[in-house]
T-cell receptor, first 114, second 114 residues
Framework: GENVEQHPSTLSVQEGDSAVIKCTYSDSASNYFPWYKQELGKGPQLIIDIRSNVGEKKDQRIAVTLNKTAKHFSLHITETQPEDSAVYFC?????????????FGKGTLLTVNP | DTEVTQTPKHLVMGMTNKKSLKCEQHMGHRAMYWYKQKAKKPPELMFVYSYEKLSINESVPSRFSPECPNSSLLNLHLHALQPEDSALYLCASDNPGTGTGELFFGEGSRLTVL
């Protein structure tokens, strides 16, 4: 089955700095890579996703890059703000079937210090 | 309306109690999921219902019993739980087969088993 490794497990940055979280996956058939943000006491929320036919995707301060050959993908947050503080999970799956299973990374606790 | 609503938000129960967790979505999604999340861990898939039929059971103990009365509702019946079952239980939904991949999560029900 799929295995997703996520690093680092904790990340502390100063407000305004950039933050980068990296994930690797094992199943070359995986083609969908979402990133979820989970704030304290809340459920995970999708913040950005990328499919394997795209190398990079950007949404305002958030970007995701994918290297299919190396089987890794990264989340980049620029101009970090205190409200970006949360746990971030990467995930991988084969999408498009009647049901698919997301394999999550272990999460990264991001702390943005004012 | 893009919400998955879970009740109750908090539940404390003894090992001999019978209780239920409820989940509701009105996005027209035809797949609904139960996940279990322990502290500082990623969500773990428990059950998947697709078109009101149970399609995935991740070898969950029988003390957890899922039910999908209709396409908008998902229940998780709890009986004879153990203290180690204390966790955040997350409901999620999406549309199977569309290839969009996005899972919408609820805020979760935090369960404590005494």
């Amino acid at each position: 089955g799929e295995n997703v490794e996520q690093h680092p497990s904790t990340l502390s940055v100063q407000e305004g700095d950039s933050a980068v979280i990296k994930c690797t996956y094992s199943d070359s058939a995986s083609n969908y890579f979402p990133w979820y943000k989970q704030e304290l006491g809340k459920g995970p929320q999708l913040i950005i996703d990328i499919r394997s036919n795209v190398g990079e995707k950007k949404d305002q301060r958030i970007a995701v890059t994918l290297n299919k050959t190396a089987k890794h993908f990264s989340l980049h947050i620029t101009e970090t703000q205190p409200e970006d503080s949360a746990v971030y999970f990467c995930a991988a799956s084969r999408s498009g079937g009647s049901n698919y299973k997301l394999t999550f990374g272990k999460g990264t606790l991001l702390t943005v210090n004012p | 309306d893009t919400e998955v609503t879970q009740t109750p938000k908090h539940l404390v129960m003894g090992m001999t109690n019978k209780k239920s967790l409820k989940c509701e979505q009105h996005m027209g999604h035809r797949a609904m999921y139960w996940y279990k999340q322990k502290a500082k861990k990623p969500p773990e898939l428990m059950f998947v219902y697709s078109y009101e039929k149970l399609s995935i059971n991740e070898s969950v103990p029988s003390r957890f019993s899922p039910e999908c009365p209709n396409s908008s509702l998902l229940n998780l019946h709890l009986h004879a739980l153990q203290p180690e079952d204390s966790a955040l239980y997350l409901c999620a939904s999406d549309n199977p087969g569309t290839g969009t991949g996005e899972l919408f999560f609820g805020e979760g029900s935090r369960l404590t088993v005494l």
